[in-house]
């Protein structure tokens, strides 16, 4: 009896490629904190990696890179279910959803305005696990501070996929990593 | 870029600045007695302490309890900021100074809200 997969062979490895490289990225820009006075502003690098994923293989690819990069991001940062875990946890899941639907049932967004609105729900999937660990919605207050850092970040990062989307495409290889 | 993405850029920075200009105008339009605001410190869910924030206190430190470990918070004056914490990312500590009512400081870490809430209730309305 054959087991159903849910992913190919040639899938999974791509699959597991970005996952390494989401989580150097995820670990690597958690040493580094963006030299503003701003609370928890970050290029999200990471967050390349995940919509790559999502215009590879769709949602199910996007779910399966986030999960999998926070998981091992933060054991190797040794954060692994503490409080800093949770938020990104949940900012990535709430960002990966949005995106892939955002990818799947629109037309009017290219990557750029899809990594932005990526952005800003990264920011809120963090704040809402940041007010149910405090029980206190006070955390909303940084609210306006991340939706503008948003918009940078979400360009920066959307520019990036952009131009590996289309490097990638000349070359033909995206066409190899999307096949079965 | 497409026409989308502009829109959706643009629809983004709009609401940031309204829900930044907003508590403000509204604040300028109804000023609060700031003499008279108080910052409410909560750790781990519970308010351990409230303090007075006025014109005439001093510069003066305390210690808070977190789920990381003490962190201390200093009040000067009408300010409040978090000193020293024993987070590992020190995000409440960089955020510095607070005075406004509304503004908070937040050190997930550790639990602890600092929130600087508006004056008492007014004594008299006269009209």
Redesign the interface.
Known sequence: MEMKRIFSTRRLVFLSILVALGAVLHVVEGMFPIPLPLPGVKLGLANIVTLFAICLYGLRGGVAVATARVLLGSLIGGIFLSPGFLLALSGAILSTLVMAWLFKHTSCFSVIGISMAGAVTHNMGQLLAASLILRSSAVFYYLPVLLLAAIPTGLITGYILRSLLDRLEKTGQLRIMKME | ?????K???AA??L???L??AFPRLHSSLFPVATSSARAVI?AQ?KIVREVVLSDSGGRSTLVVNGRAGPSTIEVEGKRIRMKEANC??K??V???WIEKP???I?C??G?I?V?IEGAAPLDAVTR
């Open positions: 870029m497409t026409r989308g993405d829109f959706l850029a983004i920075l609401t940031a600045i829900a930044i909560k869910g590992p990312d995000i409440c960089r955020q510095g509304g503004d908070s937040a997930i870490p639990e809200i929130r």
